[in-house]
C-alpha cells in the first residue's frame, strides 16, 4: 500500500536556524513527491515537487527538498528559518491506486512548523 | 496563477439539512477534487471527477455527493448534515493525469459546522 510519514507532529526551530522537515514514503513504481503549506484557515499551498531529475529540489520561499530513493525519503528544508515560516506542512505522493485517474494525492498528517524570534 | 475558488468560507447549519459547497476553478482543469481535513488525520479524498459528468469515489465517499455538470464547476452535497461532518472541505484541481507530475492547486477551504 501506498503511504507518507510524517513522524514529526511539530518541529520547533530558533529564527535564523537550518530547519528540517522530515518525510518519508512507501509506494510501488516510480515516486512523484509533494510538499505543501498551509497557514492558519487557509488552503493547501503548493512549494515544490520531485518528479525526476536532480535529488535537490528548489521551491517556492527558499524552501527545498532532497530526495532519497535508498532511504525513502523526501525532507524539507531551509537554511534560515524566518517567524513567517510558522505554518502546517504537508508531504504528499501521487497515488497510482485510482484507475483511470491516478491524479490524487496522499498526504502525511502534517507538521506543525514553529519559529521562534 | 492558477485560481480555485470555494465561494463559501465559513457555514453553519442544522443536522438534518441539505448543504452544497461549490467550488469553480479558472485553469480549464480537467481534475477536480474534494478533500476532507481533520486535525490528526490530515488530508482524506472525499470524491473526485476527471471530466465532466465523471466522478470517482475517494477514500470517505459515504454522506456525500458530487455534482459536475461544467468542466470548472465541482460541487460537494450533503445530503443529510450530520454533526459527524463538521470539518474543513477543501476544493482543489489539476491537469489530466497522464502527466503524474502534474501539480494539484486547491482552494482557501469552507469551515463547516453542523449542529
Known amino acids: 500500500a501506498q503511504s507518507v510519514a510524517q513522524p514529526e507532529d511539530q518541529v520547533n526551530v530558533a529564527e535564523g536556524n537550518p530547519l528540517t522537515v522530515k518525510c518519508t514514503y512507501s509506494v510501488s513504481g516510480n515516486p512523484y513527491l509533494f510538499w505543501y503549506v498551509q497557514y492558519p484557515n487557509r488552503g493547501l499551498q503548493f512549494l515544490l515537487k520531485y518528479i525526476t531529475g536532480d535529488n535537490l529540489v528548489k521551491g517556492s520561499y527558499g524552501f527545498e527538498a532532497e530526495f532519497n530513493k535508498s532511504q525513502t525519503s523526501f525532507h524539507l528544508k531551509k537554511p534560515s528559518a524566518l517567524v513567517s515560516d510558522s505554518a502546517l506542512y504537508f508531504c504528499?505522493?501521487?497515488?497510482?491506486?485510482?484507475?483511470?485517474?491516478?491524479?490524487?494525492?496522499?498526504f502525511g498528517k502534517g507538521t506543525k512548523l514553529s519559529v521562534k524570534p | 496563477d492558477v485560481k480555485v475558488t470555494q465561494s463559501s468560507r465559513y457555514l453553519v447549519k442544522r443536522t438534518g439539512e441539505k448543504v452544497f459547497l461549490e467550488c469553480v476553478q479558472d485553469?480549464?482543469?480537467?481534475?477536480m477534487f474534494w478533500y476532507r481535513q481533520d486535525p490528526g488525520l490530515g488530508l482524506r479524498l472525499i470524491y473526485f471527477s476527471y471530466d465532466v459528468k465523471m466522478k470517482e469515489k475517494g477514500d470517505i465517499p459515504e454522506g456525500y455527493s458530487v455534482s459536475r455538470e461544467k468542466k470548472e464547476r465541482f460541487s460537494l452535497i450533503l445530503e443529510s448534515a450530520s454533526t459527524n461532518q463538521t470539518s474543513m472541505y477543501l476544493c482543489?484541481?489539476?491537469?489530466?493525469?497522464?502527466?503524474?507530475?502534474?501539480?494539484?492547486?486547491f482552494g482557501e477551504g469552507s469551515w463547516l459546522t453542523v449542529v
Open positions: 482543489a484541481s489539476s491537469l489530466p493525469s497522464q502527466g503524474s507530475g502534474n501539480t494539484i492547486y
Open positions: 504528499a505522493v501521487r497515488d497510482s491506486n485510482y484507475g483511470g485517474s491516478q491524479g490524487n494525492l496522499i
Open positions: 485553469m480549464d482543469h480537467e481534475n
